[in-house]
């Protein structure tokens, strides 16, 4: 029986792996291995450990000679038990170790959120898969596991994955959400529950921006919200355009976590217990850079087109409406007309710089539908901008 398989594909070595490397074949393994890498010498090398059952200490051995030759080398496709032992090993921090993974079916599953980087469905009563928009999102997923764990130490309720899977050709996390329902829903089927949704997503929202993050942990928003003005700028009246950009740089830095991407299909009643997912965009920064995101999901995306907020959060635009204006409200702790138009303008100078930016970038702007719905926001800016010196 082959132990071993290999071809040049792409112009990468991939060399597979089959059955059980131990010591009484791993002379003969590796003298097929050296055979494949020197009849191509100096291409990349891939290990498929699909059909890989086990390897010993001796198998490890020509890993790590291999590694020599390929410092770049990677082992794809391990199943759980070959991966506990290089993980154990410590190959999972010398090299790139990929698990194999199940395959999921999304067809026919139900929608329950929707964010930047993919898209949430229910796979059955118990459990939901994100899958993610970038067909080579492995390092987001860890990233956002990741996240997520940090979050959940720092005491925000939160959804940790435990399953990465394949779903066609994009990767998934999967996260166990028993019987949740999302706020979106709530709202779009309970609204007698409109004022219950408010308070839980402002009090959930108050203990995000209530958090301290150690130095380090998570990215600062303040980068990427500069990059937004940096961008828009050259699309308003010059000097709009430079007030905009020094308005954003005197953000200071922040300590304190923000979502990045909080509205209320990310918030999930489980049980009795509200929980925050859809972690990927987490980060630290002022929670002015918040509201913007929070502005845009309710409002801003909907402006031109008020059925835009019914296909996205699943009801309408009135609600919309109203639960942004409760959420700042109950937010602020106040009925002071004038405190709320004041978050809710520099809410919308950040939001409103986002959508610009977006809309171009992925849009054809020689539509009139599209260059009507930007005029619209740079006319709005515009006059924000010239209206307010400071965003906090």
């Known amino acids: 029986m082959d132990i071993v398989k290999s071809a040049v594909e792409q112009d990468t070595?991939?060399?597979s792996l089959i059955g059980h490397i131990d010591s009484g074949n791993a002379a003969d393994v590796e003298s097929e291995v050296s055979s494949?890498?020197?009849?191509?010498?100096?291409?990349p090398i891939v290990?498929?450990?699909?059909?890989?059952?086990y390897i010993s200490s001796a198998g490890l051995r020509i890993l790590l000679r291999l590694r020599k030759k390929s410092p770049d080398l990677s082992i794809i496709n391990v199943s759980s038990e070959v991966y506990e032992i290089l993980d154990m090993t410590g190959f999972t921090e010398m090299m790139t170790v990929e698990k194999a993974y199940k395959t999921v079916s999304i067809d026919g599953c139900e929608v329950i959120g929707t964010g930047s980087n993919g898209t949430i469905y229910r796979i059955n009563k118990d459990n939901v898969v994100k899958v993610y928009n970038n067909a080579d999102a492995l390092d987001d997923i860890r990233h956002e596991r990741e996240?997520?764990?940090?979050a959940l130490?720092?005491?925000?309720?939160?959804?940790?994955?435990?399953?990465?899977?394949?779903?066609?050709?994009?990767?998934?996390s999967v996260f166990e959400l028993l019987n949740a329902k999302?706020?979106?829903?709530i709202l779009a089927t309970e609204p007698d529950k409109f004022e219950w949704c408010a308070e839980e997503f402002v009090k959930l929202l108050k203990k995000i921006h209530a958090t301290e993050v150690p130095e380090g942990q998570l990215r600062s928003i303040n980068s990427t919200v500069e990059k937004w003005a940096d961008f828009t700028k050259d699309y308003l009246p010059e000097d709009v355009g430079q007030k905009l950009v020094a308005m954003i740089s005197a953000v200071p830095e922040d300590n304190h976590m923000i979502h990045g991407d909080y509205h209320t299909k990310n918030v999930e009643l489980v049980g009795d217990e509200v929980l925050l997912i859809d972690m990927d965009t987490l980060a630290v920064g002022n929670p002015i850079f918040e509201f913007?995101?929070?502005?845009?999901a309710f409002i801003g995306f909907s402006e031109y087109n008020h059925e835009q907020v019914m296909r996205f959060q699943g009801f309408d635009y009135d609600t919309a409406f109203r639960f942004w204006r409760e959420t700042v409200r109950l937010y602020?702790?106040?009925?002071?007309?004038?405190?709320?138009?004041s978050l809710e303008d520099r809410s919308r100078i950040i939001g409103y710089t986002r959508l610009i930016r977006r809309s171009i970038r992925r849009n054809d702007t020689s539509n009139p539908r599209i260059r009507e719905e930007l005029e619209m926001w740079k006319s709005e800016l515009i006059d924000l901008v010239k209206k307010y010196d400071s965003l906090i």
């Not at 494949?36 to 291409?43: I, K, M, Q, S």
């Not at 290990?47 to 059952?53: R, T």
């Not at 996240?147 to 940090?150: C, E, F, N, Q, S």
Request: net charge negative; aromatic share 6%.
């Open 13 to 15: 070595i991939r060399i």
């Open 36 to 43: 494949c890498v020197d009849a191509a010498p100096g291409l």
């Open 47 to 53: 290990v498929d450990a699909e059909k890989l059952e």
């Open 147 to 150: 996240v997520a764990r940090k």
């Open 153 to 172: 130490v720092l005491g925000i309720p939160t959804a940790i994955s435990y399953d990465i899977v394949k779903v066609g050709e994009h990767y998934g």
């Open 182 to 185: 999302s706020f979106s829903k």
């Open 292 to 296: 913007g995101s929070i502005y845009n």
């Open 332 to 341: 602020l702790g106040t009925d002071d007309e004038e405190q709320i138009r």
